[in-house]
């Protein structure tokens, strides 16, 4: 079953015509043909099972035969994300994607290579959501997690961003394991946000205004992980923890 996206503000009456770009991939990539059934995704919890009504290179229309709501997760995850060189925050985009966290916050700091004005941090931020899109038709995530704009470390801490819990990977021997956070705090956390250093992870002042804003170090192992390992390790013990 071949799965497409169009946002909810699109998927609107008993007909659904999928965009520019995911008519091409429709009609020329997987050469859907009328009478075929696919999927929507609207990024909101809501999943159409469609036929396939008729196909053009720039507008495939689908006619919805039913519908899925899933609700979201209890407790949205925001990976806040150091970010890394090269590609490998595609890489961290997709597969905590995959994992069902709500929001990617990339996060500039002292250590990150990266170095982007306000038109670079857009186009990026553009690029990375399609990323979190493409994963999503991929795995059938019905929910699309939100990728903002990266930010240095002092814009982020003077907002007024409020978690009920808020953990940060530390090095530097004070963490301590995710469920001894989760044993002592009072009933099941709302929201979550996980702070991911970069490459020569945080600076010893950005972790202590990391941690003096709320976040409580947490440890990894004993092993030094790079920082792709880290997000989806750390994403994954956190999922883990809170389906329980």
Same mark, same amino acid.
């Given at each position: 079953m071949h799965r497409f996206y169009l946002p909810p503000e699109q998927c609107r009456g008993p007909v659904l015509t999928l965009d520019e770009r995911e008519s091409h991939h429709a009609a020329d990539v997987l050469r859907v043909r009328p009478g075929g059934e696919v999927t929507v995704l609207n990024g909101a919890g809501i999943e159409f099972l469609c036929q396939v009504k008729d196909v053009r290179r720039k507008a495939v229309n689908l006619t919805i035969i039913s519908q899925k709501n899933t609700?979201?997760?209890?407790?949205?995850?925001?990976?806040?994300?150091?970010?890394?060189? @090269? *590609?490998?925050?595609?890489?961290?985009?997709? *597969?905590?994607? #995959? !994992? @069902?966290?709500?929001?990617?916050?990339?996060? !500039?700091? #002292?250590?990150?290579?990266t170095h982007l004005d306000d038109a670079g941090a857009g186009h990026k931020s553009i690029k990375w959501q399609q990323v979190a899109i493409e994963a999503v038709k991929q795995c059938g995530q019905p929910w699309l997690p939100q990728v903002l704009p990266p930010v240095d470390l002092k814009q982020l801490l003077s907002r007024p961003e409020k978690w009920d819990m808020v953990f940060v990977g530390s090095l530097q021997g004070d963490g301590r394991h995710p469920r001894e956070h989760f044993n002592s705090f009072h009933g099941k956390p709302k929201s979550l946000a996980l702070w991911i250093g970069p490459e020569g992870d945080f600076t010893d002042e950005e972790l202590d205004a990391i941690r003096a804003s709320g976040a409580l170090p947490i440890t990894l192992g004993p092993l030094v992980l790079r920082c792709e390992t880290a997000a989806l390790y750390a994403l994954s013990i956190v999922q883990y923890e809170l389906s329980f």
């Amino acid at each position: 079953m071949h799965r497409f996206y169009l946002p909810p503000e699109q998927c609107r009456g008993p007909v659904l015509t999928l965009d520019e770009r995911e008519s091409h991939h429709a009609a020329d990539v997987l050469r859907v043909r009328p009478g075929g059934e696919v999927t929507v995704l609207n990024g909101a919890g809501i999943e159409f099972l469609c036929q396939v009504k008729d196909v053009r290179r720039k507008a495939v229309n689908l006619t919805i035969i039913s519908q899925k709501n899933t609700p979201p997760l209890p407790c949205p995850v925001t990976l806040v994300q150091s970010v890394p060189k @090269g *590609k490998l925050m595609d890489l961290i985009i997709q *597969k905590s994607t #995959e !994992l @069902g966290v709500a929001r990617i916050l990339p996060l !500039l700091t #002292e250590r990150v290579t990266t170095h982007l004005d306000d038109a670079g941090a857009g186009h990026k931020s553009i690029k990375w959501q399609q990323v979190a899109i493409e994963a999503v038709k991929q795995c059938g995530q019905p929910w699309l997690p939100q990728v903002l704009p990266p930010v240095d470390l002092k814009q982020l801490l003077s907002r007024p961003e409020k978690w009920d819990m808020v953990f940060v990977g530390s090095l530097q021997g004070d963490g301590r394991h995710p469920r001894e956070h989760f044993n002592s705090f009072h009933g099941k956390p709302k929201s979550l946000a996980l702070w991911i250093g970069p490459e020569g992870d945080f600076t010893d002042e950005e972790l202590d205004a990391i941690r003096a804003s709320g976040a409580l170090p947490i440890t990894l192992g004993p092993l030094v992980l790079r920082c792709e390992t880290a997000a989806l390790y750390a994403l994954s013990i956190v999922q883990y923890e809170l389906s329980f």
